[in-house]
């Protein structure tokens, strides 16, 4: 009887514990967010953002462009409200020269601890540019 409690046991073990290690610890902001922005250079609307989203670690940002031009530039702000931040004028907190239609990138974004908060933005020299895509303050990769 003693050998079948242990093997029972052994089992409810490992179950617990194979069922813990295959799990990501999701306590970042990791979520992406589906943007679909259209700049108008010649109107004056030569950026455009996207609205803040909470910064819970130090991880990279991340941003994929599934439209858009060739000489786009996306960079992230910090701010410490989601409702009241000053469009380009918060202090950038990271930044890639050019992203391609269809490629993503894990942006360095130093936004946490300082800020609450930080949101992408998008520019352009095109006349008329749509920007289609998504994006996350913090990322599960590991990446920084």
């Not at 979520?31 to 996207?50: H, L, R, S």
């Not at 940002?61 to 060739?70: G, P, R």
């Not at 907190?93 to 239609?101: C, D, I, Q, V």
Request: glycine residues 6%; proline residues 4%.
């Amino acid at each position: 009887m003693r050998k079948p409690f242990k093997i029972v046991l052994g089992v409810l073990a490992m179950t617990c514990i194979m069922s813990t290690v295959g799990q990501a610890v999701h306590a970042n902001n990791h979520t992406d967010t589906p943007f679909d922005f259209e700049v108008d250079y010649c109107a004056g609307t030569d950026q455009m953002v996207d609205k803040p989203r909470r910064k819970m670690d130090n991880t990279a940002s991340y941003v994929k462009l599934m439209a858009k031009s060739d000489d786009a530039w996306p960079s992230f702000r910090g701010t410490n409200s989601s409702t009241n931040y000053t469009l380009g004028l918060d202090e950038e907190t990271g930044s890639f020269s050019k992203l391609r239609a269809g490629n993503y990138r894990y942006i360095s974004n130093s936004a946490y601890p300082k800020y609450k908060y930080t949101y992408l933005m998008l520019g352009s020299n095109d006349n008329r540019v749509r920007f289609i895509g998504r994006w996350s303050p913090d990322n599960i990769s590991g990446r920084y």
